[in-house]
């Protein structure tokens, strides 16, 4: 009832910039918390930042102070840009949103998206 979609990915030297962008749509009455986790090979998936409705944030120390995570609460999306890429932030970047439902009764959900590829080359 979800649906999270990602852009923004690709290929960029060591050094450059990228935005990531994730659109949320669906049966949603609230967005509590809308984030950006990643999956490099042969490791788990950690998280990267993620940010309230209220505009708090809270970023993983390997991108703090080079990226920022931010969200545009009418348009139900999320952006990350991340600056001076190291070849360590190769990984699939997905997309995470936690609310509630249009639905009676109220019901949470906990939502995904499929991912984006960014690779970061040395």
């Known amino acids: 009832q979800v649906q999270l979609v990602e852009s923004g990915g690709g290929l960029v030297q060591s050094g450059g910039s990228l935005r990531l962008s994730c659109a949320a749509s669906?049966?949603?009455?609230?967005?509590?918390?809308m984030g950006w986790y990643r999956q490099a090979p042969g490791k788990e998936r950690e998280l990267v930042a993620d940010?309230?409705?209220?505009?708090?944030?809270n970023y993983a120390d390997s991108v703090k102070g080079r990226s920022t995570i931010s969200r545009d609460n009418a348009k139900n999306t999320v952006y990350l840009q991340m600056n001076s890429l190291k070849p360590e932030d190769t990984a699939v970047y997905y997309c995470?949103?936690?609310?509630?439902?249009?639905?009676?009764?109220?019901?949470?959900?906990?939502?995904w998206g499929r991912g984006t590829q960014v690779t970061v080359s040395s």
């Open positions: 940010i309230t409705s209220t505009g708090i944030t």
């Open positions: 995470n949103a936690r609310g509630v439902l249009t639905t009676f009764p109220i019901r949470a959900f906990d939502s």
């Open positions: 669906g049966t949603i009455f609230s967005i509590n918390v």
